[in-house]
């Protein structure tokens, strides 16, 4: 098919917060420019741009992945759900079985968690813990479904059903098809089967501010609502590191592999294309607006992007970032994002003449306020985020449909 590319750029202001810890406590930050910025990790920004597939609904959970060690939990629990006459230790068993026949990741009962059941038992045999894989398994909805059916339809002898080769091939053929949006746009890595990892088709970037930042730390002390007028002084002090920053943000997708990825789509019921418009919108809709949600109960650092540029292009991915390797100055009393809109608006124009595509890059701008003004021409202006969503994945839509 054709090489289709999505960029999606985002400037966001976000004032005092702490969104993305390092491991002490204090906000992320890089060097670029020669100077300090804040820093927003690609792991932390793709982490809730899953959950917000889920929590807002953009996609039915059947569309959905998991990704977890107690993968064979998750099974049993599917597996009774088949078939309530197998018991929950029995069902375990069957999962870690099946899990390590369709995947070649080893299942096993984590040391730390068995040693303290049998200490609990004090002295009596103690129940083996769950077993576990070694690393974070990705699934999909539909792949559980499959492995739970398969598990029930050998539950009789697990270990000789497995052994006959095309029960085994259909267990990994279950594992490595019909993936998740989640998975086709994010990927998936099983060090234990390369043939079994999954090459992302989203890639993100560390967001990162467009002016210089130097952290700031938070003396605060809280009061003891139970002392009395007498016992003066806190019941607690301590610090919280913090920053504020305008931040530049990318992200891009390569809509030709999410297809591959996709595959034959995940309902039967429609075209190939369908789901892969559906996985872009979702996409676009939920890097867009979510946000994490590092400290947020003490910040309540909840701001959206003020910018928005959507380009799709047959290329190459392109990042805008180089326009602010000479860090913004705010003004005279005034903020970063006037002058980092305006950067954006001088840059990509330049960009595109040395290395765009006119007669295939399509542009959507989504902005807000006075401040973002000088983008205005960069691109087809959308009056809202549903706009810009529908008219990003109608383009999609059309450019899959063409001939390659």
Known sequence: MNRIFLDVHALQTVPPSNLNRDDTGAPKSAVYGGVPRARVSSQAWKRVTREYFRDEQLLDPSELGVRTKKVAELLATRITDLDASIKEAEALRLAAVVIETATGSKMEAPERKTRKAKADAAGEKAEEAAPES????????????????????????????????????????????????????????????????????????HA??????????????????????????????????????????????????????????????????????????????????????????????????????????????????????????????GGHLREASARLAEYIPEVERAYGDEQSTVTWVLRVGAATDKLAGIGQETPSLSALVEAVGQAVAERMDKPA
């Open 134 to 205: 070694k690393y974070l398994m990705f699934l999909s909805a539909r792949q559980l479904d499959g492995l739970a059916a398969l598990a029930v339809d050998g539950a009789a002898d697990i270990t000789a059903y497995l052994k006959e080769r095309d029960n085994k091939a259909r267990a990994k053929q279950i594992a490595d098809t019909r993936h998740s949006v989640d998975i086709a746009l994010f990927g998936r890595m099983v060090a234990d089967s390369a043939d079994f990892n999954v090459d992302a088709a989203a890639q993100v970037a």
């Open 208 to 333: 990162i501010s467009v002016h210089r930042v130097d952290n700031e730390s938070d003396y605060y002390t809280a009061v003891d609502d139970k002392n009395t007028d007498a016992e003066t002084g806190a019941g607690m002090i301590g610090t919280v590191d913090f920053n504020s920053a305008t931040l530049y943000r990318y992200a891009a997708v390569s809509v030709h592999q999410l297809t591959a990825n996709l595959g034959e789509g995940l309902r039967d019921d429609e075209p190939v294309t369908t789901p892969v418009r559906r996985a872009v919108e979702a996409f676009v809709h939920a890097f867009v607006a979510s946000l994490p949600k590092g400290k947020i109960n003490t910040f309540g650092h909840h701001t959206l992007p003020d910018a928005v540029v959507v380009k799709l292009r047959t290329t190459r991915p392109i990042s805008l970032v180089a326009a602010f390797e000479e860090p913004v100055r705010a003004e005279l009393g």
